[in-house]
């Protein structure tokens, strides 16, 4: 059995995964902390791997905490810029415990993985590209982390095949060209109704492609969450990962 302990565990997803982790056959709950409880209570002696859902304000010192404490942590908490993921990279250089693992993850949704790893194999085709982004007004995040982790892909992707920048005559803009992310517009939208979806646009002369991934629910993003437990447990990915592709052999 793998002994999970879930920080952020009285939030929106963070119950999940604690309900995804009773439910899971080879899967135990350790502990569930919440804000203003004592992560040196999760040592290796009572747990396997932390999985994080809490924001982005706390996540690198929760994580650069839980490193120091000789356990692996599974992260679903957005946000994460490339100086953060540098600090976290240091942190397991010096990590008390060989072969530590942290796994931060833009999604757990496998639709948005697949949906991420189409774009990159599209990107090189098309002389256009934007991505949007859709998601509840109680994100505190925008442009969220798996529409900055497509446009990184798309964008390096372009490079690789040698494209040059995406045409764009814009002449004024007050803001509505949405973040640029290495090249790529990236526009987020906050709507009652929504839970978390991501649209990919391409664009040739004469045609569009449009890739798409839609979840409703938090629980789709559960089997993800357990597929990194398992494989950060296996001990087969020692160091920083990002993004769930790596664990699904594409």
């Given at each position: 059995m793998i002994k999970v302990s879930v920080?952020?565990?009285?939030?929106?997803?963070?119950?999940?995964?604690?309900?995804?982790?009773?439910?899971?056959?080879?899967?135990?709950?350790?502990?569930?902390?919440?804000?203003?409880?004592?992560?040196?209570?999760?040592?290796?002696?009572?747990?396997?791997?932390?999985?994080?859902?809490?924001?982005?304000?706390?996540?690198?010192?929760?994580?650069?905490?839980?490193?120091?404490?000789?356990?692996?942590?599974?992260?679903?908490t957005t946000g994460w810029t490339d100086d953060k993921l540098d600090a976290v990279r240091a942190a397991l250089?010096?990590?008390?415990?060989?072969?530590?693992?942290?796994?931060?993850?833009?999604?757990?949704?496998?639709?948005?993985?697949?949906?991420?790893?189409?774009?990159?194999?599209?990107?090189?085709?098309?002389?256009?590209?934007?991505?949007?982004?859709?998601?509840?007004?109680?994100?505190?995040?925008?442009?969220?982390?798996?529409?900055?982790?497509?446009?990184q892909g798309i964008g390096a992707a372009r490079a690789k095949a040698g494209l040059?920048?995406?045409?764009?005559?814009?002449?004024t803009d007050g803001g509505s060209r949405g973040q640029v992310v290495d090249g790529v517009h990236v526009h987020a939208v906050r709507l009652r109704g929504l839970n978390a979806h991501e649209e990919v646009l391409f664009g040739n002369a004469g045609e569009q492609l449009v890739i798409r991934a839609d979840s409703f629910d938090r629980g789709s993003f559960m089997p993800g969450v357990l597929l990194a437990v398992r494989k950060v447990a296996s001990g087969g990915f020692p160091g920083l990962t990002v993004g769930l592709d790596h664990f699904l052999d594409l």
């Open positions: 920080v952020g565990a009285q939030g929106r997803m963070g119950s999940h995964v604690v309900d995804a982790v009773n439910a899971a056959p080879d899967a135990e709950l350790a502990l569930a902390l919440d804000a203003g409880d004592d992560l040196t209570q999760i040592t290796p002696e009572n747990t396997d791997v932390v999985v994080e859902f809490t924001v982005p304000s706390v996540a690198l010192g929760n994580v650069l905490a839980l490193v120091g404490q000789g356990v692996d942590v599974v992260v679903g250089a010096d990590a008390p415990r060989e072969g530590q693992s942290v796994f931060i993850a833009p999604n757990f949704a496998i639709s948005a993985v697949l949906a991420d790893y189409f774009a990159r194999l599209a990107a090189p085709y098309f002389e256009s590209a934007e991505v949007i982004e859709l998601h509840h007004p109680d994100k505190v995040d925008a442009p969220s982390g798996t529409a900055i982790h497509t446009a040059g920048a995406v045409p764009d005559n814009t002449q």
